[in-house]
C-alpha cells in the first residue's frame, strides 16, 4: 500500500524557516519524481518544486526561487523542502506528490498535507 506522509508543517513568523520531510512507502521511490504543492484557502493547487527521479534536476516555481530548496535522499525514502526567508503568502497546505510516467501508465500519489502558517 502506498504512504505518503508529510511532517514539518507549523507556524513560523515571517523571515523564518521550516523544513517539511514526506516519508513515502509502497513504491519504487528511485524511480518517481518527486513534487511539492502547495494550496491556500481559495487558490488552486500549485507546484512549488519538482525533483527528477533520473538525474535529481530541479525546478521551482518563480515565487519560491532562490528562498526553497528540494531535495530527496533515495536510500531513506524520503523527499524535503527546504523553505527559507518565508513570507505570509507562502502560508498555505504543502502536500507531497510521487509521480512517474512510464510505458504509457502515470502512477501519481498524494500525501495528506502539511500545514504552514507564516504569521507574526
Known amino acids: 500500500q502506498v504512504h505518503l506522509v508529510e511532517s514539518g508543517g507549523g507556524l513560523v513568523q515571517p523571515g523564518g524557516s521550516l523544513r517539511l520531510s514526506c516519508a513515502a512507502s509502497?513504491?519504487?521511490?528511485?524511480?518517481?519524481?518527486m513534487n511539492w504543492y502547495r494550496q491556500a484557502p481559495g487558490k488552486e493547487r500549485e507546484l512549488v518544486a519538482a525533483?527528477?527521479?533520473?538525474?535529481?534536476?530541479?525546478n521551482y516555481a518563480d515565487s519560491v526561487k532562490g528562498r526553497f530548496t528540494i531535495s530527496r535522499d533515495n536510500a531513506k525514502n524520503t523527499v524535503y523542502l527546504q523553505m527559507n526567508s518565508l513570507k505570509p503568502e507562502d502560508a498555505a497546505v504543502y502536500y507531497c506528490?510521487?509521480?512517474?510516467?512510464?510505458?504509457?501508465?502515470?502512477?501519481?500519489?498524494w500525501g495528506q498535507g502539511t500545514q504552514v502558517t507564516v504569521s507574526s
Open positions: 525533483i527528477s527521479s533520473a538525474d535529481g534536476s530541479t
Open positions: 506528490n510521487a509521480r512517474r510516467l512510464r510505458l504509457g501508465v502515470l502512477r501519481d500519489y
Open positions: 509502497g513504491f519504487a521511490f528511485s524511480s518517481y519524481a
